[in-house]
């Protein structure tokens, strides 16, 4: 088992940036890809973005392509998420995961999920 808390979470104004951490404790974090997802009440939890357990690849949504990065520290068993330029529709409670068998967005692949963090940006 791997249990996940996110952090960093917050209310911002447009243009502004965040920075969500992913702390997991349990299992080797590192043998893990790690996702971020995103949901609002109206919708179905989204992708954001996923990191190889390595470190060396990474996969972003179209919608947050060039204004958030991903990364991860394996000997600290964090992970992150780099958000700039944030725009009222990036509104959302994020959350973190990981999966052991693939590198990918679907969130049904995903073994283990963090309770999330809300993040708030106002125009």
């Known amino acids: 088992q791997v249990r996940l808390v996110e952090s960093g979470g917050g209310s911002v104004r447009a243009g502004d940036s965040l920075r969500l951490t992913c702390a997991a404790a349990?299992?080797?974090?590192?043998?893990?890809?790690m996702g971020w997802f995103r949901q609002t009440p109206e919708k179905e939890r989204d992708f954001v973005a996923v990191?190889?357990?390595?470190?060396?690849?990474?996969l972003y949504a179209d919608s947050v392509k060039g204004r958030f990065t991903i990364g991860r520290d394996n000997v600290k068993n964090t992970a992150y998420l780099q958000m700039n330029s944030l725009k009222p529709e990036d509104t959302a409670v994020y959350y973190c995961?990981?999966?052991?068998?693939?590198?990918?967005?679907?969130?049904?692949?995903?073994?283990?999920w963090g309770q999330g963090t809300q993040v708030t940006v106002s125009s």
């Open positions: 349990g299992r080797t974090f590192s043998r893990y890809s």
């Open positions: 990191i190889s357990w390595t470190g060396t690849r990474a």
């Open positions: 995961a990981v999966e052991a068998r693939k590198f990918g967005s679907d969130p049904s692949d995903y073994d283990y």
